[in-house]
């Protein structure tokens, strides 16, 4: 028996000696607390300057600081169509949401917000993503705007047409009618048919060749059938 095997044991048989002096659901009075234990040191946190103009009325337009705060200078860019290359001055306590929100508003094009995607260095930003978290004081954007628009369902929408395209798609299908009815139908002769006489002689030879009996007759009696009925 090891040392630490026989202190266990006296420390057992010397608990088990008496009740114990206090119940299990015993709480010390709190006038009798001397000390609340090692001191443990503050949680790191991030400080967050909230910024009262930047949600007034829900408007993206007010998203931008103008009232002296830290901002943040975004290049926001799209190489395809609609093209748009713009530089705007946005607050740091805005979000990517409020930046969705100020290109529906001032790119005639956009319809939702649901329409786009943002992207900084090939990385998707989401709606929540603050850009004060970008830790830099001048950024570039990437924009890709989608043709479909989800609904309040979560449905999935093609972009309405506009009147110019309506327009232009009604006048083609017009164009595409006339041409029709202009073009007179081709006629085809159904009477016209092609007589194909087959070498009945050679190819009775080559089945005498591979079968023996009146199988050569019986198999070549099936073919012309078949043939008569295929005319």
Not at 35 to 56: D, E
Not at 189 to 201: A, H, K, Q
Not at 211 to 221: F, I, Q
């Amino acid at each position: 028996m090891t040392a630490n095997e026989s202190d266990f044991i006296k420390f057992m048989t010397l608990a088990t000696l008496e009740a114990p002096v206090y119940p299990n659901d015993y709480v010390k009075p709190l006038n009798q607390i001397e000390n609340l234990g090692v001191a443990l040191s503050p949680l790191p946190y991030k400080k967050y300057r909230y910024n009262v103009n930047s949600h007034k009325n829900g408007s993206s337009s007010d998203s931008i600081s103008n009232d002296g705060s830290e901002t943040v200078e975004l290049t926001l860019k799209n190489i395809r169509p609609p093209k748009f290359n713009m530089d705007v001055s946005f607050s740091v306590n805005d979000t990517i949401h409020q930046v969705k929100q100020y290109l529906v508003t001032n790119v005639e094009s956009i319809m939702d917000t649901t329409q786009l995607k943002i992207l900084l260095k090939g990385k998707v930003l989401h709606d929540n993503f603050l850009l004060g978290d970008l830790k830099e004081n001048k950024a570039t954007l990437t924009i890709m705007v989608s043709n479909k628009v989800v609904n309040k369902n979560n449905k999935v929408e093609e972009k309405s047409d506009t009147i110019e395209e309506k327009t232009l798609k009604n006048s083609n299908n017009d164009n595409t009618v006339d041409t029709l009815k202009s073009t007179p139908p081709t006629s085809i002769d159904s009477d016209t048919s092609v007589n194909v006489e087959l070498p009945w002689n050679k190819i009775e030879q080559v089945l005498k060749d591979n079968y023996t009996g009146s199988a050569a007759a019986v198999y070549l009696a099936r073919l012309k059938k078949g043939w008569d009925m295929a005319k």
